[in-house]
């Protein structure tokens, strides 16, 4: 079977809407538009059982008590912004101490340092060459006047897949609470709040093959009960939690991509990990110097960032412009920094900037992973002749005993 | 990043990509940028007793846009005199190449590298003249100095 043109193979960044999705929406646009909160009518009363039907899908899978602990969102951006801030403002008075990653999501970094501006401080954990978080470097960080501990489910990156079971331990015993961005792992990776003791949960229906726009925290009712202070005001919707008319479409897209895991998932993710598996040995049967960025095992099933040696990664993206890969190269970026997650790894630079992240996901096929292996083999073939660091690392050159001219 | 259909072109099509000699009396070789930074380049250069590049080859650790201003700036330079070789500015690469302000590094290394070759060049000939000039005649270093 022939290849279609250009291959989607970014699925951290975002996912093509599921038909069936979408079609469990479609209804929700047309002839079901009510608001939810209209509770005088027929309209309002069939968008609201959507609503609820759809929190409560989302607390089943993620193991929540109820669908009360549930509040939508436009996305994870808003729901972290929402946990960090959020507790923040209400446990403020007790203490104004905050632990979290390296590896974090903007979302998660940038609302800690806003926060740090107000007067909190906060720990940021470093992570080892595999990309985790040690649980015991948790432990050690949390002090008296802690109040939350935020580390994501898996990262975005790299894929790692965080002990959150073994961190959830610690916050427990200690009386801290703690959040996850659980947006890249969800589906893909064992998640439950109960099991993990997770207080609050962010997550996004995009990168599940659900719609753009729609997200949720989860907040714990029961043991503790979390408290946090609305970051957006009005009408007072979703317990005065989070104002703003719901998203009736989107929550019921954000449910059913969700049931389509509960069905399918455990397969998929079986099969994607075998399309993993395909490429990596694709490209490293017939490459060198391919190195693997973080840790094989504790990784999401369509993860694969690897470090072409010698060769760019903009340059490598050029070459491959009819497959959506990404990369954290600095020139891809505006501020012309490498990722901030693989230098937090400790990754030497220059292999930062020859990093591609691959992300197979439910849409992809074999064909494409073949295709996709064949055509990245022989462009880092053709960009490496073009390199000089692999003529030299040819000649037996030790690139780091080089006086680079710094600019 | 969209790329200009410049750019594209000598990233498909890179003009003189290679490896002269560097011990050769008469290449002159510029290495300059840094893996650190996500960019290096290597430009050399040939140059004929009349000071003229007869060729010039370049290898690039960089984006598309490194990659092709150091094509571009091989296809300048070749077929010039080196003190004419010298002037080119990295202005004239990111105009011809279209390049978005966040490129104009790329450039920037490009102009360096070439820089860099003819002063590896020039220095070259200064030490194989002062070489010479021990156990030469006047009239041999004369000659030279005046083709050079
Ligand atoms: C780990 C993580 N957190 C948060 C987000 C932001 O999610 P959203 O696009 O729903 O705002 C993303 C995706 O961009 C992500 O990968
Ligand atoms: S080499 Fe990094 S932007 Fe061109």
Redesign the interface.
């Known amino acids: 079977m022939a290849v279609q043109l250009p291959i989607f193979m970014d699925n951290h960044s975002t996912t093509r809407v599921d038909p069936r999705v979408l079609e469990a929406m479609l209804p929700y646009f047309t002839d079901d538009f009510g608001n939810a909160a209209s509770r005088t009518h027929a309209f309002g009363w069939k968008a609201e059982a959507a609503i609820e039907a759809s929190r409560e899908t989302i607390a089943r899978f993620i193991g929540a008590e109820s669908g009360r602990e549930i509040v939508f969102t436009s996305g994870a951006t808003e729901a972290d912004n929402l946990a960090i801030k959020g507790i923040a403002e209400y446990y403020g008075a007790k203490g104004k101490h905050l632990v979290t990653s390296a590896i974090e999501h903007k979302a998660v970094l940038d609302s800690c340092k806003r926060l740090e501006k107000d007067g909190f401080s906060v720990t940021y954990l470093p992570v080892g060459k595999d990309g985790l978080v040690e649980p015991a470097a948790v432990e050690q960080a949390i002090r008296r006047d802690t109040i939350l501990v935020s580390v994501m489910l898996a990262n975005n990156e790299v894929g790692t897949v965080q002990s959150l079971e073994e961190i959830g331990k610690i916050t427990r015993a200690k009386g801290v609470l703690f959040h996850t961005d659980a947006v890249q792992g969800i589906g893909k990776t064992p998640f439950d709040v109960r099991k993990m003791n997770v207080d609050l949960a962010s997550l996004t229906a995009h990168k599940i093959y659900g719609p753009k726009g729609i997200g949720a925290l989860y907040v714990r009712r029961s043991r503790p009960r979390v408290r946090l202070v609305a970051q957006m005001d009005g009408g007072g919707h979703e317990r005065g939690n989070r104002s703003g008319t719901l998203n009736v479409p989107g929550a019921v897209g954000f449910a059913k991509a969700l049931e389509l895991y509960e069905r399918e998932g455990a397969a998929e993710n079986e099969r994607i990990l075998g399309l993993r598996q395909r490429l990596y040995d694709k490209l490293t049967g017939r490459l060198e110097k391919v190195e693997l960025n973080g840790d094989w095992e504790r990784r999401l099933p369509g993860n694969l960032n690897v470090s072409f040696s010698f060769v760019e990664g903009e340059a490598m993206m050029m070459a491959i412009k009819d497959v959506a890969v990404s990369s954290g190269s600095a020139c891809t970026s505006a501020s012309l920094e490498p990722s901030y997650v693989l230098r937090a790894m400790g990754l030497d630079e220059d292999l930062a900037h020859s990093s591609i992240r691959f992300g197979i996901g439910r849409f992809n096929t074999e064909e494409e992973v073949d295709y996709v292996a064949e055509l990245v083999a022989a462009e880092v073939e053709r960009l490496r002749a073009m390199s000089p660091l692999y003529e030299m690392y040819q000649e037996g050159i030790d690139l780091k005993s080089i006086q680079w001219s710094a600019h | 990043?969209a790329?200009s259909d410049k750019v594209?072109d000598h990233?498909e099509n890179?003009r003189n990509?290679g490896?002269l000699d560097k011990a050769d009396e008469a290449v002159g070789t510029g290495?300059?940028?840094?893996?650190?930074?996500?960019?290096?380049?290597?430009l050399q250069i040939r140059v004929n007793d009349d000071g003229i590049i007869e060729d010039a080859r370049f290898?690039?650790?960089?984006?598309?846009s490194?990659?092709a201003s150091s094509s571009l700036a091989t296809e300048w330079i070749k077929g010039r005199h080196i003190d004419e070789a010298a002037t080119l500015k990295n202005s004239q690469i990111a105009e011809e190449l279209n390049l978005p302000p966040?490129k104009i590094?790329c450039s920037v290394?490009a102009e360096d590298a070439v820089k860099s070759a003819i002063e590896d060049y020039r220095k070259k000939q200064a030490v194989r003249r002062a070489l010479a000039g021990e156990g030469a005649s006047r009239a041999d270093l004369a000659g030279e100095e005046a083709s050079v």
């Open positions: 990043m790329y594209i990233y890179p990509v490896t290495l300059v940028g840094a893996p650190a930074c996500g960019d290096v380049m290597r290898k690039t650790f960089g984006c598309g490194a990659i966040v590094h290394l």
